[in-house]
């Protein structure tokens, strides 16, 4: 059963969330996405990767756990 996406309106079969504006988005419209540990999983879109303060605070977040992470490991 295809989804819509949120962003494009396109019909997707896997949809994430954007961790800074909500939204569903497909595989398309993903701009970037990292995992901050083994069970969660940072994405940002588009959209939000051409605001400047959601970006600083994406990618501090994704250095922040893989430091953490090594420190654990």
Same mark, same amino acid.
């Given at each position: 059963?295809?989804?819509?996406?949120?962003?494009?309106?396109?019909?997707?079969? !896997?949809?994430?969330? @954007?961790?800074?504006?909500?939204?569903? =988005?497909?595989?398309?419209?993903?701009?970037?996405?990292?995992? +901050?540990?083994?069970?969660? !999983?940072?994405?940002? @879109?588009?959209?939000?990767?051409?605001? =400047?303060?959601?970006?600083?605070?994406?990618?501090?977040?994704? +250095?922040?756990?893989?430091?953490?992470?090594?420190?654990?490991?």
């Amino acid at each position: 059963m295809p989804l819509l996406c949120e962003r494009c309106k396109r019909e997707v079969y !896997r949809v994430e969330v @954007c961790n800074y504006c909500g939204r569903k =988005i497909g595989v398309e419209c993903v701009k970037s996405s990292q995992r +901050a540990s083994k069970i969660s !999983r940072l994405v940002i @879109c588009k959209d939000d990767w051409s605001n =400047i303060k959601k970006r600083t605070i994406y990618k501090n977040k994704g +250095a922040k756990a893989t430091a953490t992470a090594q420190e654990t490991a």
